[in-house]
């Protein structure tokens, strides 16, 4: 077998903290070299714009390999779900037991926001990557986004009750991200996979190509996230305990989803249903109706979640190699 090319090796094997380090680097060189302020202003609107775009095609790569007829759910969707929604009711008593206001109540509602998060779209690309089942975790995925449709309206407007956000309001507007990030490209690949033959099989004859789409898109995100982080107006230390109080978060639901699967025999699909959160949507709605400085939490949760990923990743490849 040919040997493969070091450098190409080491970026097939941390993708996603490669992805976010030419992120940051971009960003900073941008904001802090005069000479490209022209260029900032001309391409921020545009990956702005290209984004969703990214993260439509992700899922439309993903559903082009997934068995339609294999899509039920299964016991350790029922428990994640469970305890997602246990984690979401501890926080939710903490800040209303507590009156919490102020700083306290910032670090509350970025946890609070990176619990009621959705699993992300891209979870079932790491799945599979991990020799995963796409199918369950592409169900859980569904459920998951109608769990956090049903408690962000439920939960938001009594954490913060200046925002003025009706039960309605949020609903619908999550209903409504729901169905442009998940329904639409998974109705798409139903209709390219069982009428448009010879497409789909181009498409899935690429290997990981929603896997390094993933990666350009989460180039994207850190970008934005580096710029909400450096434009946010509190103390270094502030930004530092919201950082860590993400990275035990993380931990924690990584591995109770992990306990959860154990159970059932899908100790991977399980960690990354509670764990691996779609970040770019926990950003929107808590700079949208919480303290807009509570949208770093979730910024932060993006780092901690792809090393995470990052280092499963490595071990399965290793593992594969032993074999």
Known sequence: MKKQDPIIRLIKDWTLPVSMTMGTLLYLTFAYVPVLDGAAQFFGPIFETILPLFMFLILFVTFCKVDFHKMRPVGWH????????????????????????????????????????????????????????????????????????????????????????????????????????????????????????RLHRRIVSVKDLSYYLWGTSLMIVTGTTVKNICHADTSVWFLVVIALLGLVLCIVQFAVGRWIGHYFGRTVESGQGLGQKNTAFAIWIAYTYLNPLSSVGPGCYILWQNIINSVEIWQHRKNEEKQ
């Open 78 to 197: 029922l428990w994640v779900g469970v305890f997602q929604v246990a984690f979401i009711v501890l926080v939710m008593g903490i800040i209303l037991f507590y009156r919490l206001q102020g700083s306290n109540l910032i670090l509350m509602e970025a946890l609070l926001v990176c619990i009621v998060a959705p699993c992300a779209a891209a979870a079932p690309v790491v799945t599979q990557k991990l020799g995963g089942d796409l199918e369950q975790m592409t169900t859980y995925t569904f459920l998951s986004n109608f769990i956090t449709a049903l408690f962000v309206p439920l939960c938001f407007p009594m954490v913060e009750k200046a925002g003025q956000v009706t039960f309605w309001q949020a609903f619908l507007t999550i209903l409504q991200e729901v169905a442009l990030v998940l329904v639409v490209p998974m109705l798409l690949a139903y209709v390219v996979k069982h009428y448009m033959h």
